[in-house]
């Protein structure tokens, strides 16, 4: 059967086996309609059904999040943990807090996850998790009462050598203190290396929370030195205003860009002098507050109520939100407007559409999976140091993240050459990526 047909048939199937799961398909589409030059070369892959293999995840948990509320009330969640594919060490991926979660969300960062975790180049398998539980409004006593449940169930799933989670939307150095403080009480065992993404008062790397926003500006940084460009000077717009845009925001003023705009999913905060982050830092890691906030203590900053960040005039761009947020109107404006670079901090936050026009444009375009990785490479980190029981010093640990990030780069570059398509890191990324678990996939047998 030719290349091209097969692929569209390991879809077919994937779709069939995975009814309503619209970005789980999305996510393999984008994969697998890239791998064709690879089985051309490697005909072995699709003698023993590595893609097929690879597109079935290796254990899924569905489980019962019972908690009550403040009132005294009981609610009910549902908690998942997707482990995906471990050729490469243990499961490794981080778990979502947020209303929208579903099967179909847990099963898109899963599959995203083994490609981003073999090009880190470090010994981690892909596995992402995650609830349908909102945040939101909720008192600390609340959230830490629905970490408590969902780790009572979690526990007996995860550990150090099998399955190794951090935080992702909704899921930062807070709930994993909650979800950390169950896990040792569950288990009785102080076992550093299960979580990662800790506080650094207890076994948690510095340079965490910092690392998938500055690994995704030190990406920018790379490709536009490969076209003999610079961050310097540069008008920027990051989307989002929570882990991954605020340490995107730091490292791009440290490097002398101007930001002028970032967002919540209530709006956009657009501030032409340069943005204050702050105060952003005080509204959103503190206070918990909405972006919109930001205009009250800022009169010369705008807020747009809905508005999409797309529309502000920029030359890099970074979505740091969320799946989607970026469509094919957007990238064409983004495109019409200016922009130079577009690099992603979100997991999948371009549209299929709006990925052709960024390439079809020729601008440098950094899929998530290659410019985010960052965040999991220094979990990576993390779980060196927790194994070894040692902690690095800030400078050190970033030094690490900045090299890792230019071996990504570097190697989603040259694989981009070597199968035809300079320039193009999609490409790239999946290629390098995909061969490394398919190479560890042959040699371990039909697993
Ligand atoms: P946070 O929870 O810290 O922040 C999420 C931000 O995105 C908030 O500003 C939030 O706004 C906004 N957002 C979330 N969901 C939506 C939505 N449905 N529509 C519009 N805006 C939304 O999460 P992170 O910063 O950790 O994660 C952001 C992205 O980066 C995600 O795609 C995540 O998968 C990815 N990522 C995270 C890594 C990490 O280390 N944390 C590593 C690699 C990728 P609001 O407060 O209004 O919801
Ligand atoms: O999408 C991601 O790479 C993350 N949320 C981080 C995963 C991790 O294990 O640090």
Known sequence: MPIE????????????????????????????????????????????????????????????????????????????RVQFNSVLGPYKGGLRFHPSVYLGIIKFLGFEQIFKNALTGMPIGGGKGGADFDPKG???????RFCQSFMTELHRHIGEYTDVPAGDIGVGAREIGYLFGQYKRMTNRYESGVLTGKSPHWGGALVRREATGYGTVFFVEEMLKARGQSIEGRTCVVSGSGNVAIYAIEKLQQLGAHVVACSDSDGVIWHERGLDLDLVKRLKEVERRRIADYAREHGDAKYLPGGSIWDIRCEIALPCATQNELD????????????????????????????????????????????????????????????SRD?????????????????????????????????????????????????????????
């Open 5 to 80: 047909a097969r692929i569209e048939r390991i879809y077919e199937q994937v779709v069939r086996r995975n009814p309503g799961e619209v970005e789980f398909h999305q996510a393999v589409k984008e994969v697998i309609e890239t791998l064709g030059p690879v089985l051309a070369k490697h005909p072995e892959y699709a003698e023993h059904k590595i893609i097929e293999r690879i597109c079935e995840p290796e254990r899924q948990i569905i489980f019962r999040v019972p908690w009550e509320d403040d009132d005294g009330e009981v609610q009910i969640n549902r908690g998942f």
């Open 138 to 144: 909720r008192s600390d006593n609340e959230v830490m």
């Open 328 to 387: 094919e109107a957007a990238a064409r404006r983004l495109v019409a407007n200016g922009c130079v670079a577009v690099a992603e901090g979100a997991n999948m936050p371009t549209t299929p559409g709006g990925v052709r026009v960024f390439q079809q444009a020729g601008i440098a375009y950094g899929p998530g999976k290659a410019a985010n990785a960052g965040g999991v490479a220094t979990s990576a980190l993390e779980m060196q140091q927790n194994a």
């Open 391 to 447: 902690a690095w010093t800030f400078e050190h640990t970033e030094r690490r993240l900045n090299e890792i990030m230019s071996s990504i780069h570097r190697n989603c570059h040259e694989a981009a050459e070597v199968y035809g398509s300079p320039g193009n890191y999609v490409i790239g990324a999946n290629i390098v990526g995909f061969r490394r678990v398919a190479e560890a996939m042959l040699a371990f047998g039909l697993i």
